[in-house]
């Protein structure tokens, strides 16, 4: 499977050839103790971020018509710690980077970030299924 492009937002900076996926994380958040990797636990583990990540993003829409970057900043965190949890690289720096610029004031027009969000997380979430057959 080719790697989907990377979104951008201007003035969001990150390394848009991160992997989607680091699989040594993931390996080591799924290693046994006796060395086999435990695909009910990726499989859990990937549903309960799903889930928590899809409710977290849910008000995007509104968040981003209104303007409210305390909101979003606070969205992306949530789904930015989750996913480096879970060894979704790109999405993971995607989100800390959005988080960053919004703390710097580099990102104060938030109008047009819902497609680039959603689509990174999107992405992340396809990879992650595809690669355990989930």
């Given at each position: 499977?080719?790697?989907?492009?990377?979104?951008?937002?201007?003035?969001?900076?990150?390394?848009?050839?991160?992997?989607?996926?680091?699989?040594e994380?993931?390996?080591?958040?799924?290693?046994?103790?006796?060395?086999?990797p435990?695909?009910?636990?990726?499989?859990?583990?990937?549903?309960?971020?799903?889930?928590?990540?899809?409710?977290?993003?849910?008000?995007?829409?509104?968040?981003?018509?209104?303007?409210?970057?305390?909101?979003?900043r606070?969205m992306?965190?949530?789904?930015?710690?989750?996913?480096?949890?879970?060894?979704?690289?790109?999405?993971?720096?995607?989100?800390?980077?959005?988080?960053?610029?919004?703390?710097?004031?580099?990102?104060?027009?938030?109008?047009?970030?819902?497609?680039?969000?959603?689509?990174?997380?999107?992405?992340?979430?396809?990879?992650?299924?595809?690669?355990?057959?989930?």
């Amino acid at each position: 499977m080719k790697m989907p492009e990377a979104p951008t937002i201007e003035n969001v900076h990150y390394d848009i050839n991160s992997p989607i996926m680091d699989r040594e994380q993931i390996d080591m958040l799924l290693m046994s103790d006796d060395g086999d990797p435990q695909t009910s636990l990726a499989r859990e583990l990937f549903h309960l971020f799903v889930n928590e990540s899809s409710a977290k993003l849910e008000p995007l829409p509104e968040v981003c018509a209104t303007g409210d970057l305390l909101q979003l900043r606070n969205m992306v965190h949530f789904v930015a710690g989750s996913a480096g949890n879970l060894g979704l690289a790109r999405l993971a720096a995607f989100y800390r980077a959005i988080e960053r610029a919004i703390d710097q004031g580099r990102l104060t027009d938030i109008s047009d970030v819902e497609a680039p969000i959603r689509q990174e997380f999107g992405y992340a979430r396809e990879a992650f299924r595809a690669d355990f057959s989930l």
